[in-house]
């Protein structure tokens, strides 16, 4: 069925590295902007990133630009932020999401998130 | 960056009423807006986009209203199973923010 499913969330160290995946099935993913966003415990939602198609434009939240990588393979319908120089601020779910389609970065399907947790 | 300010921040309200939540942008966006329910340990869904247009599958108690820099998002007849967090996402520009959220609460 048409679903996002992400992994590779866990307990690193501050300092330290991760990186996040997204699988996709039951669409054509490499049609479809996708993004990442990401939510602190008991706060709001944060864009993160997102990536075109076809990887030709990337753009990033000013609060993650430097540190984090986004990037797709769509031969295998996955989706990667590569997140470096992690913070206690960077504890969050991180979410990959579908663009709807329609005109604008709207977000019309998402995974279950993945938790990181920064600490030492 | 395009601040977005929603209000209130918690709304306590009985099944059956209107519900309005609004969500301002610190400068004119047009009409590049959208609308998201989001309920405890779940992924956000999303309901308005382009301020005024329903998501497909989205009850159509749900509606939005707005340009510029005031938006509103309407529940008619408020359901049990509405009870959840509302955000507002803008998305003039190729930069993207959210509302602090709206968590509508049973009365």
């Known amino acids: 069925q048409v679903q996002l499913v992400e992994s590779g969330g866990g307990l690193v160290k501050p300092g330290g590295s991760l990186r996040l995946s997204c699988e996709a099935s039951?669409?054509?993913?490499?049609?479809?902007?996708m993004t990442w966003i990401r939510q602190a415990p008991g706060k709001g939602l944060e864009w993160v990133s997102y990536i075109s198609g076809s990887s030709t434009t990337i753009k990033y939240a000013d609060s993650v630009k430097g540190r984090f990588t986004i990037s797709r393979d769509n031969a295998k319908n996955s989706l990667s932020l590569q997140i470096h120089s992690l913070w206690p601020e960077d504890t969050a779910v991180y979410y990959c999401?579908?663009?709807?389609?329609?005109?604008?970065?709207?977000?019309?399907?998402w995974g279950q998130g993945t938790l990181v947790t920064v600490s030492s | 960056d395009i601040q977005m300010t929603q209000s209130p921040s918690t709304l306590s309200a009985s099944v059956g009423d209107r519900v309005t939540v609004t969500c301002r942008a610190s400068q004119s966006i047009s009409r590049w807006l959208a609308w998201y329910q989001q309920k405890p340990g779940k992924a956000p869904k999303l309901l308005i986009y382009e301020a005024s247009s329903l998501a497909s599958g989205v009850p159509s108690r749900f509606s939005g209203s707005g340009s510029a820099t005031e938006f509103t998002l309407t529940i008619t007849t408020l359901q049990p199973d509405d009870f959840a967090t509302y955000y507002c996402?803008?998305?003039?520009?190729?930069?993207?923010?959210f509302g602090g959220g709206t968590k509508v609460e049973i009365k």
């Open positions: 999401a579908r663009d709807a389609g329609y005109s604008g970065y709207v977000f019309d399907l």
């Open positions: 996402q803008q998305y003039n520009g190729y930069l993207l923010t």
């Open positions: 039951g669409f054509t993913f490499s049609d479809y902007y």
